[in-house]
């Protein structure tokens, strides 16, 4: 079994910055893509940021160029550094990855997401 928890997220000022973790654990043995997704109230999960296991990443135009997607692969986490953040960034966020474990080969794993409020 693979477990994602997330953390970091929380109640911010419009400007200001957070930092999102996910750390993955249990049988892996590799894990390939991770990335994080976001669902505002009343709106369909989007796709945020990813990132390969080679660290090619990918950004939704929204957050291009204030948010910034990572990972340690010694630590099996990826981060989400959020800057400059807008009112319209406030959703609950959540982690994916696609991991290979060692019980049961390739499958898709999410978190349990973490708030996001951008407000004054």
């Known amino acids: 079994q693979v477990q994602l928890v997330e953390s970091g997220g929380g109640l911010v000022q419009p400007g200001g910055s957070l930092r999102l973790s996910c750390a993955a654990s249990?049988?892996?043995?590799?894990?390939?893509?991770m990335g994080w997704y976001r669902q505002a109230p009343g709106k369909q999960r989007e796709l945020v940021a990813h990132?390969?296991?080679?660290?090619?990443?990918n950004y939704a135009d929204s957050v291009k160029g204030r948010f910034a997607i990572s990972r340690d692969n010694a630590k099996n986490t990826v981060y989400l550094q959020m800057n400059s953040l807008k009112p319209e960034d406030t959703a609950v966020y959540y982690c994916?990855?696609?991991?290979?474990?060692?019980?049961?080969?390739?499958?898709?794993?999410w978190g349990q997401g973490t708030q996001v409020t951008v407000s004054s």
């Open positions: 994916n990855a696609d991991v290979t474990s060692v019980v049961r080969g390739r499958d898709d794993y």
């Open positions: 249990g049988s892996i043995f590799r894990i390939n893509t």
């Open positions: 990132i390969t296991g080679g660290g090619s990443t």
